[in-house]
């Protein structure tokens, strides 16, 4: 006679709780197979002791959700073993159902995987059946319950019977839906529905954020993250990727991976492999919310089976390629990616720059600046401007000191009163600055602005909304006395980061560097990235830091307003700054004439006859 499913489950919930707990099953009776386990043989649970306490909490009466979300390479596929193993030998009532993202990958569960563990352990020897009629690749009977093997893309395989252990392997790299029939994992978890004491495992290396399913389960569970003791000050902590450090040279663009090592967060110390597998073994599990549902994640730092070293070559072998970079946080870190769109790194732009010496190259042939303002430095970059939208960085200063001490301000008055020596024998001045006012001295810019409007020194205001103009100016002064630019900043990233991209110094757009630029320029030019976002369903575009520091790049896109705002006439100037073109070098007197006062006139009707 057939027994309902209901009357099973009610067998189920009378049966005593096992007195043996998974690991403490596995560490007993676990053998791994050759195939493909890293360690043949004896399985100890101390050689992955974070292993531990998640594997038990499988077998929890208290707890129904397990979630893992981990990097590869830490014993994951070794745990779900072990908890097969289990259930099938110790508390086989109910049935078990393992969900795998392909074909592929539940044939190959059920082939090579759960066929060589059948194989090599005595346990499950004895009862997992051979049946012809009823042990097919996706489904092994034994007493008390059934292993069904599924694809998460097959909708008959996930609305079988009724199963008591569900386990969802990989789900970040599940469909959407199942079919026509919605989302796998939740049609998989439908499947024990009718049992109290059901258990819930889902698993998987994650994959982009804001549409990661292992990451979203996670965050709903009570996220636990594993400590370790500092073998120096023995403080707990929980190995972070920014804890790892290593060797660069003085100039940041040579690194050593040789010489990676954890580093305490709380006294600093150097944590070599050894002392951090050590100090493995005697870490424990720290949740950081309240929820039923167990989360716990997990990243290569943990695992016996890799070096530190290791982790940061393969950091630096992807770093510079988005699709690369992906696969190292998903695959090493065991964290969502965050669609980087727009990365630039900073040590091509550095090896590229030119050597000017004091002289200004021919083909800028407008200066303009751009100031930052922080609450104990300026940030003020120069900016040369020529034909075909060619930029040249002139130079980039911090002038140090507070902005509410009117010395920082002198100073950087006679820095944008400097003259510049051109490589025609001209003397250029900077035409235009755009300085900050969004910072906690929005009174001092204006103070500073305020009488400096014939120079085109103007305030400015960034508006970080996409689809802002690159400029506009105030109608009106506001009650402070001066006219402030409204500068769509998401637009000059846009520009600038796509110019940063062109390599051909002839090429429209390219941007020239001097040599006294020092790297930190490169790298605060290089702060941001455009990340993809996804806010209820829908992408949006979202420029976010990777470096606290960004001066460069938004000193560089206030000068770019600055010229956008002049819009020079470039053939005119070069015709008029050329001695070739002109036939003679131009006097002083000529110069005080030229071109940018008549650009200006020109183009926008602001007269302004002092700074030629
Ligand atoms: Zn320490």
């Not at 103070?447 to 109608?475: H, W």
Request: hydrophobic fraction near 35%; proline fraction near 4%; charge should be negative.
């Amino acid at each position: 006679m057939q027994l309902s499913d209901s009357i099973k489950n009610l067998l189920v919930m009378f049966s005593p709780p096992p007195e043996i707990t998974i690991s403490e099953h596995a560490d007993k009776y676990r053998y791994l197979s050759q195939e493909y386990c890293a360690e043949p043989g004896k399985y100890h649970v101390s050689r992955t002791e974070y292993l531990r306490e998640i594997m038990d909490s499988v077998c929890d009466a208290e707890i129904e959700q397990t979630v893992v979300m981990s990097s590869a390479r830490v014993g994951k596929t070794t745990a779900i073993e072990n908890i097969l193993h289990y259930y099938v030998d110790v508390d086989p009532a109910g049935g078990i159902l393992i969900v795998q993202p392909t074909k592929d990958a539940s044939d190959y569960f059920s082939k090579v995987q759960l066929a060589s563990m059948i194989r090599d352990n005595a346990t499950l020897r004895n009862k997992v059946f051979s049946n012809a009629s009823d042990d097919t690749l996706g489904h092994k009977a034994y007493p008390g319950g059934s292993i069904d093997i599924v694809s998460a893309g097959s909708p008959s395989g996930l609305s079988g019977k009724t199963k008591r252990l569900i386990l969802c392997d990989e789900v970040d790299r599940y469909d959407d839906s199942c079919g026509e029939e919605g989302d796998p994992v939740s049609l998989a978890i439908k499947r024990s529905s009718t049992f109290f004491n059901r258990k819930i495992i889902l698993t998987s290396t994650p994959k982009v954020k804001g549409s990661s399913r292992i990451e979203a389960a996670f965050n709903s569970g009570d996220k636990r993250y594993y400590h370790i003791p500092c073998p120096h000050c023995s403080t707990f902590f929980n190995p972070r990727w920014e804890n790892i450090k290593w060797d660069k040279s003085s100039d940041g663009s040579i690194h050593y991976p040789d010489t990676a090592h954890l580093e305490c967060p709380n006294c600093n110390g150097r944590i070599n492999d050894a002392q951090k597998n050590a100090a493995v073994r005697s870490g424990k599990w720290i949740s950081t919310a309240e929820s039923k549902i167990r989360s716990y994640h997990l990243w290569e730092v943990f695992s016996p089976w890799r070096l530190i070293q290791e982790t940061v070559a393969d950091f630096l072998a992807a770093k510079n390629n988005s699709e690369t970079l992906k696969t190292f946080v998903n695959l090493s870190l065991g964290e969502s990616f965050e669609e980087k769109v727009d990365v630039q790194d900073s040590s091509p732009l550095y090896n590229r720059k030119e050597n000017w010496s004091d002289i200004l190259p021919a083909g800028a042939l407008v200066l303009t600046s751009g100031i930052d303002v922080q609450d104990d430095r300026l940030a003020v970059q120069v900016v040369g401007w020529g034909l075909n939208n060619q930029s040249y960085i002139i130079d980039y200063k911090t002038i140090l000191g507070r902005p509410d001490d009117i010395q920082t301000w002198q100073r950087l008055d006679s820095l944008l009163q400097r003259k510049y020596k051109h490589a025609t024998g001209n003397q250029l001045s900077i035409a235009s600055a755009f300085i900050d006012s969004g910072g906690h001295f929005t009174s001092e810019v204006y103070n500073f602005c305020k009488d400096k409007e014939m120079r085109l020194v103007y305030p400015i205001k960034g508006q970080g909304k996409d689809g802002t103009p690159l400029f506009s100016l105030a109608k009106s002064r506001n009650d402070a006395g001066v006219r402030l630019v409204y500068c769509g900043v998401n637009n000059c990233k846009s520009i600038l980061y796509s110019r940063l991209k062109i390599e051909e110094p002839e090429q429209n757009g390219y941007i020239h560097f001097n040599s006294t630029l020092d790297f930190s320029y490169f790298e605060e030019l290089t702060a941001e990235y455009l990340a993809i976002k996804y806010v209820n369903g829908r992408e949006t575009r979202e420029w976010r830091k990777i470096r606290a520091r960004n001066e460069a790049l938004d000193t560089y896109n206030y000068a770019l307003c600055a010229v956008e705002m002049l819009d020079p006439d470039y053939e005119f100037l070069k015709s008029h700054l050329h001695p070739t073109i002109q036939g003679e070098i131009p006097n002083t007197e000529k110069q005080k004439q030229s071109p940018a006062l008549t650009i200006v006139q020109n183009n926008n009707g602001w007269g302004s006859s002092q700074r030629w």
